[in-house]
């Protein structure tokens, strides 16, 4: 089993759609959760940051942790074709342990928005 | 955030010779690691780059592979030695200025190996 989980899609809706991407992890020390945005042929850029359980809003984006249920979610609101790329969900652990400040990734959901 | 230059953006190597990717930062860091990600796949941590010490490699990468250098705060080089087709990926270098901050990207460099 990997340690993060994530629907790799594709995605594909219309203009102005509210779109859900998520990611399962197991490793219970996880505390620091990124989302990223990675155009074809580019690095991946960072959208959303949080620490911890909780929401945190951004313009259109808007990202959930539930530390309970190992679940984070990002959510983009009237979404445009320009949104299309690949979302990647990445988090890392606290202090402590061999891979200081190291980030796991999720296998990344391609979107597509069409017009 | 951070600006963090890669060179080069692209090459395409003959299998056997080696490459050397250089990574820059506009200011300093804590933190600086190299990734790979191979084609239609998602980020894999190579290494951890240590400034003035060796590297901490993840399991499946060794240091006469992949050995890095990182001389300074704002610096690291990452090298493919003796190159095989399946080494053929993106290379991303990324930094942190601590554990409870964030982490990004360079712009990566696309090898591929033939």
């Known amino acids: 089993q990997k340690e993060v989980e994530q629907d790799p899609g594709p995605l594909s809706v219309p203009e102005g759609a509210i779109v859900s991407l998520n990611c399962t992890y197991s490793?219970?020390?996880?505390?620091?959760f990124m989302w990223y945005r990675q155009y074809s042929r580019k690095g991946p850029e960072l959208l959303m940051y949080?620490?911890?359980?909780g929401n945190k809003e951004d313009g259109r984006f808007t990202a959930q942790v539930d530390k309970s249920s190992k679940y984070i979610s990002l959510f983009i609101r009237d979404s445009q074709p320009s949104d299309s790329a690949t979302y990647l969900c990445?988090?890392?652990?606290?202090?402590?342990?061999?891979?200081?400040?190291?980030?796991?990734f999720g296998q990344g959901t391609i979107l597509t928005v069409h017009p | 955030s951070a600006v963090i230059s890669q060179k080069p953006s692209r090459d395409i190597c003959q299998r056997g010779t080696s490459l050397t990717i250089q990574c820059q930062v506009d200011?300093?860091?804590?933190?600086m690691f190299w990734y790979r990600q191979q084609p239609g796949q998602s980020l894999t941590l190579i290494a951890t780059?240590?400034?003035?010490?060796?590297?901490?490699?993840e399991s499946g990468f060794v240091i006469d592979k992949f050995p890095i250098s990182r001389p300074n705060l704002t610096f690291s080089t990452l090298t493919v030695s003796n190159m095989s087709p399946e080494d053929s990926s993106i290379y991303l270098c990324?930094?942190?200025?601590?554990?409870?901050?964030?982490?990004?990207f360079g712009q990566g460099t696309r090898l591929t190996v033939v």
């Open positions: 990445a988090m890392s652990a606290g202090a402590g342990g061999t891979s200081y400040g190291k980030l796991t």
């Open positions: 990324s930094v942190r200025q601590g554990i409870s901050t964030e982490a990004f």
């Open positions: 780059a240590n400034q003035g010490s060796e590297a901490t490699y």
């Open positions: 200011s300093q860091v804590t933190m």
């Open positions: 490793n219970s020390a996880f505390q620091y």
């Open positions: 949080t620490y911890s359980s």
